[in-house]
């Protein structure tokens, strides 16, 4: 999909509302009643007024206000929804697993942090959208037996968007924080989320190295910016590389504002220099091979002043070492793929707020899938 496009933010006499932020609107103004479509959305639904409004108002109907048949409008029959501990491949599976996830967390509500974007009607849309949900662990369900706490845990979908309909789904849900919030063990609950895929031969598979490197060459001094749209984004793109393939961490005191505030995995809320360089460093201190791979990017102008950023990425490499993620314990060498998003709010130039979300119960899930098929492996050759 052609993801160039305006980003509606502008507005002059004469023309049509600009397209809506979430950031200081209260839930009622995100979804107005009496407004005119603020930009062009052919073969979008008539109560959509804008590709915010959207997305934010198609989530509101199918999560909170139970209307679940809504995705049968909302989503392609052969849409494809990326996760961090599996993908789905159908419009009836994602029926089935909202319903599944309603019963078990019914007081969950998912409110947006804000939405960045674009495209336009012809192309189609794109939306990273970032969401701050809470509720009570109060039902059954893959959680196992309720234990009735409450918990608070981020997540950020993209989805494309073509004439009202989702196509295709990327999803990094923190459930690391929601397991450790209401209580459960995250080794438990990775062994139970890796087991359907050992027992139906989906087995870990090891690619050896991710050609970070080749051979004995240094890493690319250059990145590829291709799929920057604007020279703002071709601009992050190129201090992303310099940071984390280049391992130049010193750059973050460079790009990053002295009282950046990182809203990071498991609910972290950290500040300064400091703090973001210790995350990022942590990261590769597991995955010392790790080499960082940017999926996609768009940005839109921000009323808070600035522009804000959205990074689709991917880390891969292997468990080599101790880092931020305390729950993968002693390295094991096992392959690890990273899938995570993050936002950026850059405002005179340096990046004020981050909000990066990594899954580090589908880490875990990988760790365990591999030791399985590796113990299977050893019993398998003890029988021979």
């Known amino acids: 999909m052609a993801t160039k496009g305006t980003n509606g933010s502008e507005k002059g006499a004469g023309a049509p509302p600009a397209v809506l932020q979430s950031e200081r609107r209260d839930f009622v103004d995100m979804v107005p009643t009496d407004r005119a479509r603020a930009q062009p959305m052919r073969g979008f639904d008539p109560i959509y ?23 049968y409008s909302h989503y392609t029959h052969n849409c494809v929804v990326y996760g961090a501990t599996g993908t789905i491949y159908n419009r009836e599976d994602v029926v089935h697993d909202t319903i599944k996830r309603l019963f078990m967390l019914p007081e969950r509500r998912g409110m947006a942090t804000h939405v960045i974007w674009n495209g336009n009607e012809d192309d189609g849309f794109y939306t990273s ?70 027992e139906k031969g989906l087995l870990a598979v090891d690619m050896g190295e991710n050609r970070r490197m080749i051979g004995q060459y240094p890493p690319e001094t250059e990145c590829d910016t291709s799929i920057a749209n604007t020279p703002e984004e ?33 609910m972290k809320e950290l500040y300064g220099h400091g703090a973001v360089t210790h995350q990022t460093v942590g990261l590769y201190a597991t995955i010392p091979d790790g080499f960082y791979i940017p999926q996609h990017i768009c940005s839109t102008p921000c009323e808070e002043g600035g522009t804000k950023f959205a990074v689709r990425w991917i880390v891969e490499g292997h468990h080599l070492g101790w880092g931020v993620f305390e729950d993968l314990g002693a390295p094991t060498g096992k392959r690890l ?42 019993v398998l050759s003890d029988d021979i």
């Open 129 to 198: 959208h970032l969401v701050t949900g809470a509720g009570r662990h109060s039902q059954p369900g893959i959680y196992g037996k309720p234990t009735g706490r409450s918990f608070v845990a981020r997540t950020i979908a993209d989805c494309m968007i073509y004439e009202n309909k989702i196509y295709r789904e990327w999803l990094v849900v923190d459930s690391m924080a929601q397991v450790k919030q209401i209580g459960l063990d995250p080794q438990a609950y990775a062994e139970e989320l890796a087991r359907p895929y050992f």
């Open 337 to 378: 793929q990273v899938m995570a998003m993050s936002h950026f709010h850059i405002r005179d130039g340096k990046v004020v707020d981050e909000w990066t979300n990594i899954d580090e119960m589908s880490l875990l899930m990988q760790i365990k899938l591999a030791q399985m098929v590796d113990k299977d492996s050893a």
């Open 234 to 266: 071709a601009e992050v793109l190129r201090w992303l590389h310099e940071i984390h393939n280049r391992r130049m961490f010193g750059k973050i005191r460079e790009v990053y504002a002295p009282t950046v505030q990182y809203h990071g995995p498991l």
């Open 49 to 71: 007024t804008d590709i915010v409004d959207y997305i934010v108002r198609c989530t509101h109907r199918i999560w909170d206000e139970r209307d679940v048949g809504l995705i």
